[in-house]
């Protein structure tokens, strides 16, 4: 079974970077994806001149490589496993190898090839292999020795279509078809062996294979072709020494017809997922509606279609599979699309297989969308019988049979049901004895939906909300907002900051709307009903009251033992004018209670591609508060040698940081305009320019002591000496 299960950005509108972005907009400007250096991490090459790497997690780009003007990548850009440098290839026959720290790649290596390049391909245990537009195969490393070499002819008047390079028994075998004249070909070769044989395709009327895919198992390699006739075919190449000189014929099998319910998919690529499974891009053609652009994965030995996703926006008919996720373009943006394949076998597909090991319930996911029986406790064959009897009993019958039935032997259902009536003392009694269970990963499933049903009861009875009862199990079991998804909700709705701080504290899944939704009523609510609300002090007790004496100077005593005094020109920023302290100096600008509640705000996880359009809706006057709280901590963190606060669950400078950038993103033009917000922003930019300049002489002052460091490993140091070193 297969199924898709979430997408985002990588990359927005327009090329990823650099200079020379004026080429290629719009739709196809890939020129082709490749894995990174390491997990996580991808190279994507524009048509031109761009060349990126993307850390998939963050969605932001670790470094932007660009040719000079005039001249155009020709063909991926490929990371080399072994030496972790990367490969390029531009105006078809001129090498490049460069590695991170490189900038200017006018000044990397640079070697002059004697014949068209048509691609690279890493391997991770022999290093990049070179395919020449001639059908020529090199390694990298005989390439290397001698760039100007003779370069043969494997092909005559033929045009490679597509190639894929693979390891077999420790050797690179590459693989690449080739038409003419209508007719397609089949090359395999191993470089290292130098051995080349050609197979011809068995040809088919009305039909002509449009993309290719492979794979190699057992020294056989399954080449998969989707053709024009909505059928994706199989041929099945061997690798073993074949003596034959004379050409051969190598025959196709329809493995997967790509029709489901009169609906017929118009394939433009695809790729292979498993043994079971394939993905294909295509347009989905049904009589009498329009056409409409599709992701789907088919499984080809049940011949069906798993699972599908509608892609309105359009896409370059090209996609690229790594790490069980699809890169694909969908209208301007660089679209990652996460997707799992499980077991494929009849039993999976009606529900009965039966795993070995009972797995871990994961903490994120929408129970939901699981039916009670799914959830129910595990039982002997003849308990279960009974317990789908008991189901079908009428409330009145259930309620007064709650004090006999034991609750290790009722479904998430009966629980809920029992809880939506009960009262608040039978309520407590019953979760003491559901939770002094041993841990279970049903047991776990059952308290997230009777979390659940106790946030449904208070929405429909106002005068009931358990709020120590669901302190208490936030507390104590690792829960999170795909298991009660309705707990912050009420939780905003009754204004329980302590239970919404508890929840943004240990959730791990909360959407960017709730997370939203918490930061606009931690700064609209008044500090008088903060005064006497319960919160969390721990991240803000250790910090929060340390105020300086002296105006204008302020020393610390910092982890080397000395006093730091930062001047006036380093930190010539006030701290803007509080409201709530009157004291000399530096103060943070919110109370206690409301600082605590927006550092769970600043620890909480989020996307800043969803969130930002959430926070460009907060008032302008709360966005500033926040603001000025956040160079507050930004102050307070670079006080100390380590840039961390004191104190428990603290902010870190990182996450101070990132949320500054967030809300000046969202809120410039505000910032801009409102005359409060322009004493601020003129501190911010004075203490971060002085901070770039300190860490810019702390960076020279490192140069100089790694240059002292490697004279004196140059040194003779068998004589005693006593050197004074002066750093002015």
């Not at 985002?8 to 327009?14: A, K, Q, V």
């Not at 997990?39 to 998939?56: Q, S, Y």
């Not at 007719?183 to 039909?207: D, T």
């Amino acid at each position: 079974m297969a199924a898709l299960c979430g997408s985002f950005t990588l990359r927005g509108p327009g090329p990823g970077g650099g200079p020379g972005q004026g080429q290629g907009q719009g739709q196809g400007q890939e020129l082709g994806l490749e894995p990174g250096p390491g997990p996580d991490l991808v190279l994507l090459t524009e048509r031109g001149r761009n060349a990126t790497l993307f850390k998939i997690s963050d969605q932001k780009p670790l470094g932007c490589w660009s040719v000079k003007h005039g001249q155009v990548l020709t063909c991926p850009v490929v990371c080399n496993w072994e030496t972790h440098e990367y490969v390029a290839v531009h105006d078809d026959r001129v090498l490049r190898i460069w590695k991170n720290e490189d900038i200017n790649l006018d000044k990397a290596f640079k070697a002059t090839l004697s014949a068209d390049v048509h691609r690279v391909h890493s391997l991770p245990q022999a290093g990049p292999v070179v395919l020449f537009r001639a059908g020529a195969v090199r390694t990298l490393d005989v390439l290397l020795e001698a760039p100007q070499q003779e370069i043969e002819s494997v092909i005559s008047d033929e045009a490679i279509r597509w190639s894929a390079a693979f390891m077999e028994s420790q050797q690179p075998v590459v693989i690449f078809t080739t038409e003419k004249d209508g007719a397609f070909f089949v090359y395999v070769q191993k470089p290292k062996q130098e051995s080349v044989h050609k197979y011809r395709l068995e040809p088919q009327e009305l039909s002509k294979p449009l993309s290719f895919t492979a794979c190699l198992k057992n020294q056989t390699v399954t080449l998969l072709c989707l053709c024009s006739n909505d059928c994706v075919y199989k041929v099945l190449i061997p690798l073993q020494e074949d003596t034959e000189e004379e050409e051969q014929t190598l025959p196709r099998s329809l493995l997967l017809n790509l029709s489901v319910s009169g609906s017929v998919l118009k394939g433009t690529s695809l790729v292979v997922l498993d043994k079971d499974h394939v993905a294909v891009l295509g347009t989905l053609s049904a009589p009498g509606k329009d056409p409409k652009e599709c992701l789907t994965i088919w499984n080809t030995k049940f011949q069906t279609l798993q699972t599908s996703k509608e892609l309105p926006l359009g896409t370059s008919g090209q996609f690229w599979c790594y790490e069980e996720k699809f890169f694909l373009t969908h209208g301007k943006v660089l679209t990652v699309i996460m997707y799992k394949c499980e077991t494929s076998s009849l039993a999976a597909a009606v529900g009965k297989l039966k795993d070995r090991q009972t797995p871990a319930v994961s903490s994120c996911v929408n129970w939901n969308t699981l039916e009670d029986e799914e959830l129910r406790v595990s039982l002997q064959s003849q308990e279960s019988a009974a317990l789908k009897a008991e189901s079908r009993m009428s409330l009145r019958s259930r309620r007064s049979s709650v004090a006999e039935v034991q609750p290790e032997s009722l479904s998430v259902g009966q629980h809920s049901l029992n809880l939506q009536e009960a009262p608040t003392t039978v309520l407590e009694s019953e979760l003491r004895k559901l939770m002094a269970k041993a841990q279970t990963p049903d047991l776990q499933a059952t308290i997230g939906s009777l979390v659940s049903a106790l946030a449904n009861r208070s929405k429909s009875n106002p005068r009931f909300y358990p709020k120590d009862v669901l302190l208490q199990l936030v507390e104590t079991r690792d829960l999170s907002y795909s298991l009660c998804p309705d707990l912050m909700p009420l939780a905003l709705e009754k204004k329980d900051l302590y239970l919404l701080q508890l929840c943004l504290q240990r959730f791990p899944d909360i959407p960017e709307e709730t997370t939203y939704a918490c930061l606009e009523a931690f700064l609209s609510i008044s500090e008088a009903h903060l005064r006497s609300t319960e919160v969390d002090l721990d991240s803000v007790i250790c910090y929060i009251d340390v105020q300086l004496k002296n105006k204008g100077v302020k020393t610390e005593v910092v982890e080397n033992g000395f006093g730091a005094e930062l001047n006036q020109d380093m930190c010539d920023a006030e701290m803007p004018k509080q409201t709530h302290s009157k004291s000399d100096g530096e103060s943070c600008p919110v109370g206690p209670q409301r600082a605590a509640l927006l550092n769970a705000i600043l620890h909480s996880a989020y996307s800043e591609t969803f969130l930002l359009p959430h926070l460009k809706n907060l008032p302008a006057q709360q966005a500033i508060l926040f603001l000025r709280y956040l160079y507050y901590l930004y102050v307070k963190c670079s006080e100390k040698v380590n840039t961390t606060l004191p104190g428990v669950r603290s902010p870190t400078i990182t996450q101070v940081m990132d949320w500054m950038c967030l809300l000046l993103d969202a809120h410039f033009t505000v910032m801009v305009i409102l005359p409060e917000a322009k004493e601020l922003l003129s501190n911010l930019h004075k203490f971060v320019r002085a901070q770039v300049r300190f860490y810019s002489e702390l960076n020279k002052i490192e140069g100089s002591l790694r240059e002292l460091q490697r004279l004196n490993h140059l040194r003779d140091s068998q004589s005693y000496s006593i050197e004074v070193l002066e750093i002015i």
